[in-house]
Nanobody, 122 residues
């Protein structure tokens, strides 16, 4: 599956952004779709994931209550709505696809998008 992420940008603390990840090449019904992020000098970390077939969602503790992952089956697109952004959310955000067995670690994911930069100013 090929993934194309978009929607990053510069936003002030407290603001919002919505990231999009368009998928192509395969049906997503059996996939987990995830968002990860990597700040300069840090490891890539899990942000959120959604099981495409059921819509069940998973969040990192650091973003729960502020970020929402969703999907649009008709568009084969997964979204990450980010509200109440903080400077520590600054990172390159990647979308990824995971075929069973599912997981929430970067090494569990099989396909990756190119990343989109989110910068939150204080």
């Amino acid at each position: 599956v090929q993934l194309q992420a978009s929607g990053g940008g510069l936003v002030q603390a407290g603001g919002s952004l919505r990231l999009s990840c368009a998928a192509s090449g395969r049906t997503l019904i059996n996939y987990f779709m995830g968002w990860f992020r990597q700040a300069p000098g840090k490891e890539r970390e899990f942000v959120a994931a959604i099981k495409w077939s059921s819509g069940t969602t998973y969040y990192a503790a650091s973003v729960k209550g502020r970020f929402t992952i969703s999907r649009d089956s008709a568009k084969s697109t997964v979204y990450l709505q980010m509200n109440s952004l903080k400077p520590e959310d600054t990172a390159v955000y990647y979308c990824a696809a995971d075929y069973p067995p599912y997981g929430l670690r970067p090494e569990d994911y099989d396909s990756w998008g190119q990343g989109t930069l989110v910068t939150v100013s204080s």
